[in-house]
């Protein structure tokens, strides 16, 4: 879990931190909304393994699954980025949400032939969102609109990339070895 929270969280941080200056909205945000949610990942991933066990297509399932409970009960239901109603970018949302619970179940997963995909997929996480937040921060003294527009770029950029270390992890479970 503390990998979708760190997935979700740092995103979290930009907005109710950077953008809204609110600490209570991310403390309340990653406490209750992102743990729930996560804990549901969890579990719906572990139902997934078992039906899907055979097929090797789990890890595909869960990050659909979770992405678009996610972009429906906590964007369109509580947060209210509904399509049509605001420029929200749909995508970037869906892949958040997915993203959170694979980066999770992706981190945990002990098989040898991930430790490479696992690797880049964390060192570029870590790379785009310390960057990120670090110019964020220093920019939120100088021009908060400057911090804005670099923390945005690098959510609507930095998100849809790890779906490359995504579909380069659904490959090597698929086949049963590293590709």
């Known amino acids: 879990m ?3 929270i760190l997935y979700v969280g740092i995103q979290e941080f930009w907005v109710s931190v950077l953008w809204k200056g609110s600490l209570i909205s991310f403390a309340l945000a990653v406490v209750i909304t992102e743990v729930l949610y996560l804990t549901f990942a969890f579990f719906v991933g572990k139902w997934i393994d078992a ?3 055979k097929i090797r297509i789990a890890d595909l399932v869960a990050y659909v699954v979770c992405g678009l409970v996610g972009l429906i009960t906590i964007e369109w239901i509580f947060v209210g980025n509904r399509p049509g109603e605001t420029e929200a970018n749909q995508f970037v949302m869906f892949t958040t949400w997915g993203g959170a619970a694979l980066f999770a ?3 945990t997963d002990s098989s040898a032939n ?9 060192r570029f996480f870590l790379l785009f969102t310390g960057l990120a937040t670090l110019l964020g921060l220093i920019f939120a003294v100088i021009n908060s609109q400057l911090s804005f527009a670099i923390t945005y770029v690098a959510a609507i950029l930095g998100y849809p990339i790890m779906n490359v ?3 380069w992890y659904f490959f090597i479970k698929a086949r049963g070895s590293e590709a």
């Open 2 to 4: 503390l990998f979708g």
């Open 51 to 53: 039906i899907f066990s």
């Open 105 to 107: 179940r992706m981190m």
């Open 114 to 122: 991930v430790v490479k995909v696992k690797l880049y997929a964390l």
């Open 165 to 167: 270390f995504f579909i």
